[in-house]
């Protein structure tokens, strides 16, 4: 199983890193599951000049970022249209005071090619994009909650019982 992991990146007080990381040990060693982390893979399919400067060309040459931009949003959403069991999504306070666009495209892109979505947020409703709650499938207050479902739907003892059904 491949677990892709969505939230804002750019805008990111921590580009997205920390929550990242403390999940990804948890789907790797206890469930088993490959994970994709977007905030670490900075390459993805940019060259290696694309990836050097890309972030600069933003201020001084928008068409050239906007061609390498493009390529990460292919590489990023025919990963998760071709390769990605599920999707989870992180949305804290501080996520909610971005103007994160991909985020809300990952999930929009998974909902419609029914990729189960996992929207992990202390936010309550009301302060959440109505389109995200839409696109999730399962909506939790914390990694914790996220981690006991996951472990009941996804954990090794469940999947050895479904072989033997």
Same mark, same amino acid.
């Given at each position: ?8 990146? %750019? ?8 929550? &990242? /990381?403390? *999940? ?6 206890? +469930? ?23 972030? %600069? ?8 970022? &906007? /061609?390498? *931009? ?6 990023? +959403? ?33 909902? &419609? ?9 202390? +936010? ?33 003892? &469940? ?7």
């Amino acid at each position: 199983m491949l677990a892709y992991l969505c939230g804002p990146i %750019e805008f990111a007080g921590d580009g997205g890193k920390v929550w &990242r /990381r403390k *999940v990804m040990p948890f789907l790797r060693d206890e +469930l088993g599951h490959r994970v994709y982390d977007p905030a670490e893979d900075e390459k993805k399919n940019l060259t290696d000049e694309e990836a050097v400067h890309f972030r %600069e060309w933003k201020k001084t040459n928008l068409e050239r970022f &906007r /061609r390498a *931009v493009r390529k990460i949003i292919q590489f990023d +959403l025919d990963l998760i249209e071709n390769k990605a069991d599920y999707v989870i999504c992180y949305w804290d306070a501080a996520a909610a005071g971005t103007t994160s666009g991909g985020t809300s495209a990952e999930l929009t892109l998974a909902h &419609r090619a029914g990729i189960p979505v996992y929207l992990v947020t202390e +936010l309550p409703a009301e302060e959440i994009s109505g389109w995200m709650l839409a696109c999730a499938d399962q909506v939790f207050q914390t990694i914790d909650a996220l981690k006991n479902f996951l472990l009941e739907r996804y954990g090794r003892e &469940r999947q050895t019982q479904l072989w033997k059904e």
